[in-house]
């Protein structure tokens, strides 16, 4: 057991029930995922909450959102020969995936770090043709008073990377998609490296290659380029069908600590688990250590059963002198926090 | 019957028995899908190569370049239980794909654009981690007297597009790999267009979306942003599979003209066409006007039975007032040429 995680024993601190749906009758079954920061001395988490309309027997259906911002939903009958049913977050329509649900971000606020009130309406919705399908799974990264929010935006044509940048948390800044699809788990750098921004990525495809760790550099937030890959899968381990990026790296004497999730496909499904990377501080690019066994993995209960279980997922953290106070999502369901010691990672990547 | 192109009374134009292999032993398969531009008074193509060793009765090999420049070989049996083999370019091992053959550039020169003559050495070889497995397809774009090669670089981390720059066609100047992947056909617009470079470029994945054509600019030609879908396959026609760009989109007075690939899935393998894309000449991510019907697709013998047969397949063009000298990959296996009247096409999309 290599599990350093010291969990919340308040945990899970946030739940579907606490959340208030974003329009009547939706219904909420997932607030998971968040993003992490600190502001104006309290903690906020960008919660990815996950939406549908009320179940109906033998149906399943996908919601969508139109160009002027109402949502729309398509309804299959689960006999339906056309319908396939791969696991709960998707169904298959003659080749075409839906989403089960629809997601947003929500923000909470905390003053220890533990106990969060969480807003009553989305900080953010999708948007855009780009957002048809929803928003997902923000990292949270501050540069210089600025924070920008690395997200999912999911639409018809795949699911890319969306950019967008607030100083105050009401007003927000579009910049863009940054990564075509298919793309998710971008986390930025706080800072730049050799006079460029630099960013973690993970494009998925088929084929040659995989759902690996890339890293790109920019002069401007914007526009991306110098893509390099940093980290594969491992056949045989924990991480052996699919790795990402958590948040920001953590700038330690050592090198730049990535905490990164990886999943292994099990006859059950996918298990999630997290492990970390030290990356070289002049040259991120270069991986000094990575984790052999996992740091974190899905035991307790909200982690093990839930809408999609056997899911430890992080996309924010706060870091508090050796302390790194890891949010996370569980069993794709709950909002969950731990302590771990950056010394204690540090030292497991020695080993 | 729409197709429009006039083929070369002398197709195919280059064979694989017209190159010398670029090292003893090797044999070349395929001399195809070039890139196409004007230098010093001549047309000049690009040619992709593909070699492999000499075939061995019921093993398949895939080489791949080492860091130090060597080629290396994988041999497998055919009946290795472990052992797929989907069409003649590839074969699977315990899930990973490898080709058949491995790509490099090779330059041919004509006055008349109709007789080539084939260097005997490769002019761009694969030269990197990100070229392990060569280099395919590029597209020759001129900005300001500078010729810009957009190009498939592949490796085991997967195919993504890499740029080079020349003046002379002698002296490269690599200028990294501009999208991760899984993207291919990028095709750079030969000028900037409200102060930024445009390209088309064309992403792979699962899910939901597709092989989709999409658009992007960059400041600088290094950095990409603003990420744009601009075109999608089109269920139940013949480009209902895949879409992809072919090179440098033609300023007309009525927009930017592009001559793109599409495929549809027959029962014998994929069927690649040719179609036509008009853009907005200030927003090139508004299309004016779409192909219904494909503009030319396989039919001659040489397009029809090949190394991949039912294929035309366009990377290289070079214009001359009212024609295009379209020069294209026929069944993966030969270079061919033939003249399209951009007058046509630009009625062919009116009606």
């Known amino acids: ?22 329009a009547d009758g939706l219904v909420v079954t997932c607030a998971f995922n968040p993003g992490a920061f600190e502001f104006d001395n309290k903690i906020g988490l ?22 002027d ?13 056309r319908v396939t049913i791969p696991d709960s977050r998707s169904f298959i329509v003659d080749g075409i995936e839906h989403l089960t649900t629809i997601s947003h971000f929500r923000l909470a606020w905390s003053e220890d770090g533990e106990n969060f009130t969480v807003e009553d309406k989305p ?16 990292r949270v990264t501050q540069i210089d008073g600025t924070y920008y929010l690395t997200y999912t935006a999911v639409s018809h044509n795949g699911y890319g990377v969306g950019l967008q940048s607030t100083t105050d948390w009401k007003e927000f800044t579009k ?53 390099s890959c940093i980290a594969t899968t491992r056949p045989g381990m924990w991480d052996s069908a699919r790795i990402g990026a ?23 499904g996918h298990k999630y688990r997290m ?3 030290l990356l070289d501080l002049d040259d991120p690019t270069k991986v000094i250590a990575r984790s052999h066994d996992p740091i974190m993995e899905p035991t307790a209960p909200y982690e093990v059963e839930g809408f999609y279980g056997n899911v430890v997922f992080s996309n924010g953290q706060v870091v508090r002198a050796d302390d790194v106070l890891l949010y996370y999502g569980a069993a794709d369901s709950f909002t969950c926090g731990a302590r771990l010691s950056i010394k204690e990672i540090l030292n497991s990547l020695k080993s």
Do not use: C
């Not at 057991?1 to 974003?22: G, L, V």
């Open 1 to 22: 057991m290599t599990d350093m995680a010291e969990r919340f024993s308040s945990n899970p601190i946030i739940t579907p029930s606490d959340i208030k749906p974003s």
């Open 46 to 67: 960008v919660l990815r909450i996950a939406e549908r309309n009320p179940a109906i027997d033998g149906y399943v259906e996908s919601l969508s959102i139109t160009e």
């Open 69 to 81: 911002g109402h949502i729309q939903s398509e309804i299959f009958a689960k006999n339906d020969s």
């Open 123 to 138: 900080v953010l919705q999708g948007s855009s043709t780009y957002e048809a399908l929803g928003v997902e799974d923000t």
């Open 175 to 227: 910049l863009g998609l940054i990564f075509p699809p298919f793309n998710k788990d971008a986390a930025l750098f706080s800072e730049k490296i050799n006079g460029k921004f630099q960013i973690l990525h993970r494009p998925t495809g088929t084929g040659i290659g995989g759902p690996f760790i890339w890293s790109a550099t920019s002069p401007d937030l914007i526009h991306w380029g110098n893509h």
């Open 246 to 268: 958590g948040s920001a790296p953590i700038k330690t004497e050592e090198g730049w600590l990535e905490l990164y999730h990886g999943a292994e496909v099990l006859p059950g």
């Open 275 to 277: 492990g970390a990377l």
